[in-house]
């Protein structure tokens, strides 16, 4: 018997294949306010609960299964476990059932890209491939449609990778770490240990350049990625290259694409692109593959996602910066590309900064921004470790937007990149990238009026 902790979307895809299952289970949501009424009615055969977790359920269930936003560390789950319930989550049930070879993707930054990435890369070459996990649909919804597929790429977080045990996978990726989620974690350390899960059952390990081995990798091939000069080393190595005068995409020696045929070319699109040519390598896909899905592809929905280019101002939404390292990617890619034209980059930040340490923007900042705007819940917290004559502090993004109107110069480019949270005022990063956009569209309306 099961209990199904949380409700959101992942609890729901768990209630859907029990039911599918013929397999009985309680479920339950910590959220006192929750209306179940519309599951209760879906689902008739299971018993709800919330709030408080019923004490007559305790004796009937042994395993757990627990929403990726709900913390081991809560003192009922805590409580739950010294009774020897089993803590497992839907990744978990995935991994128990999958029958085709599965490819994890983890990492602070780029993994949404770099799973859709190799998803487009198997699909181009003609396999019958389902993309999602932490992207997209949920692993069990997936597993249970009526396709027959011939691999799974999931995007894997930490919170995922905690309750997952014994996943499969042909290769895997930590593609990089920077702090995030440190209200949840005792240290960067824990942060570390719960990503770095998915080498323990892998085929081919795909590390980052820098990223130690030592403790991590145990039983399997590794081969790396980077783009720094001279990185490759050997044939294992992905990385730069130039060929007749062309910088390329390489393994070892053989150039497999130009950079300038890629539709985005960016310090970080570079490293995600060896990443994902990396994880293919187990199927040997022809490098055309490669070259028509770099040459198509041009990015996430919020994530480095241009806006518009007004009187040669570029605005980008990167919504999908909700950490620091995030943030700090987009400043270094974005900058380096406004200076090619004497331009500068205009940041706006803030939000809930999950006690992350802010200092490592600082030298970025120093370098490429013209102001820093910060915005939201911890914007002071922000400001304490930027230079004080770069920043201005406002209420909402949309204040920030206006400000950002007014003091944007040509060939500078206005970056949303919170590098926090956003749910002190929006939903979530799609809410805040939506709404960043309707408010440059309201601007460009009464400057245009003007």
């Known amino acids: 018997m099961y209990l199904v902790a949380g409700l959101g979307i992942t609890g729901q895809s768990v209630l859907r294949y029990f039911q599918a299952q013929g397999e009985h289970c309680f479920a339950y949501d910590t959220r006192d306010e929750l209306d179940v009424s519309k599951l209760a009615k879906a ?167 820098g990223f130690s081995e030592q403790g991590v990798i145990h039983h399997c091939p590794v081969v790396h990625f980077g783009i720094s000069p001279d990185f490759i080393k050997s044939d294992s190595d992905y990385g730069l290259q130039e060929e007749n005068g062309h910088l390329c995409l390489a393994n070892g020696s053989n150039c497999l694409v130009k950079v300038e045929d890629m539709a985005l070319q960016g310090r970080h699109h570079l490293l995600n692109a060896l990443a994902m040519i990396a994880l293919c390598q187990p199927y040997k896909l022809p490098v055309e593959v490669f070259r028509d899905v770099l040459k198509e592809f041009k990015g996430l929905p919020h994530r480095t996602q241009l806006v518009v280019n007004y009187r040669d101002v570029e605005w980008i939404n990167d919504s999908k910066g909700t950490n620091v390292g995030a943030t700090l990617t987009a400043i270094e890619s974005i900058g380096q ?35 820093v705007i910060l915005f939201g819940r911890d914007r002071n917290l922000i400001a304490e470790v930027l230079p004080h004559e770069q920043v201005r502090l406002v209420e909402t993004l949309k204040e920030a937007v206006e400000i950002a109107g007014e003091v944007a110069q040509p060939y500078d480019c206005v970056l949303l990149s919170p590098a926090c949270a956003s749910f002190d005022q929006f939903s979530n990063y799609e809410e805040r990238g939506k709404v960043f956009e309707s408010y440059v569209g309201e601007l460009i309306a009464a400057q245009e009026q003007d």
């Not at 602070?108 to 190799?118: E, H, I, P, Q, Y």
Request: glycine letters at 8%; charged letters at 20%.
């Open 43 to 209: 689902f008739p055969e299971v018993e709800f609960a919330t709030g408080h977790l019923p004490t007559s359920w305790i004796q009937q269930f042994d395993t757990i299964v627990l929403s990726p936003g709900i913390a081991q560390s809560e003192p009922w789950v805590n409580n739950l476990r010294k009774l020897g319930k089993q803590v497992i989550g839907d990744v978990e049930l995935f991994a128990r059932s999958v029958g085709v070879p599965v490819i994890g993707i983890t990492g602070s930054n780029g993994k949404s890209s770099v799973t859709t990435l190799t998803g487009l890369a198997f699909q181009k070459a003609g396999y019958n491939v389902a993309v999602g996990g932490n992207l997209g649909e949920p692993v069990l919804d997936l597993l249970m449609d009526e396709n027959e597929y011939d691999l799974y790429v999931l995007e894997l977080s930490s919170f995922q990778l905690e309750t997952t045990y014994s996943l499969q996978t042909v290769s895997s990726t930590v593609l990089n770490i920077s702090e995030d989620h440190m209200d949840r974690y005792d240290g960067l350390e824990d942060y570390i240990q719960a990503k770095t899960k998915l080498f323990e059952t892998t085929d081919l390990a795909v590390l980052p350049e």
């Open 337 to 371: 590309q406004a200076y090619q034209h004497n331009g500068k980059v205009i940041l706006l930040a803030g939000g809930v900064g999950k006690e992350a340490d802010f200092s490592p923007l600082q030298p970025a900042v120093h370098q490429y921004c013209r102001e």
